[in-house]
Nanobody
Framework: QVHLVESGGGLVQAGGSLRLSCAASGFIFSNYCMGWFRQAPGKERDFVAGISRSGGNTYYADSVKGRFTISRDNAKNTVYLQMNSLKPEDTAVYYC???????????????????WGQGAQVTVSS
């Protein structure tokens, strides 16, 4: 059974940094594209960043390019999201998600992902 657990969320001032982690279990992690999404109150769940199975391909939403970095450690079955220069509009619940893929594909479409974590709250104060 696929299990994804996010950690590392919290409260930070604007301009600060946080690193989210997502620990995976119950599946062959290296066979899955991994993504980070976020959902603010009253809004839809939006794509933030994605990474291919080997980590060779990454993809970012325009709103986070240059500030956020996604990475993965297949030996530790963990995907990370380093968030720098945080802004109040980054406040949301952040979810990691896993999608079984062939090759080095990265998708930004939430409906494609089959497996989701429970979410981690990130709050950025102004």
């Amino acid at each position: 059974q696929v299990h994804l657990v996010e950690s590392g969320g919290g409260l930070v001032q604007a301009g600060g940094s946080l690193r989210l982690s997502c620990a995976a279990s119950g599946f062959i992690f290296s066979n899955y594209c991994m993504g980070w999404f976020r959902q603010a109150p009253g809004k839809e769940r939006d794509f933030v960043a994605g990474i291919s199975r080997s980590g060779g391909n990454t993809y970012y939403a325009d709103s986070v390019k240059g500030r956020f970095t996604i990475s993965r450690d297949n030996a530790k079955n963990t995907v990370y999201l380093q968030m720098n220069s945080l802004k109040p509009e980054d406040t949301a619940v952040y979810y990691c998600a896993a999608d079984y893929v062939l090759g080095e594909l990265v998708t930004h479409v939430p409906d494609i992902y089959d497996n989701w974590g429970q979410g981690a709250q990130v709050t950025v104060s102004s």
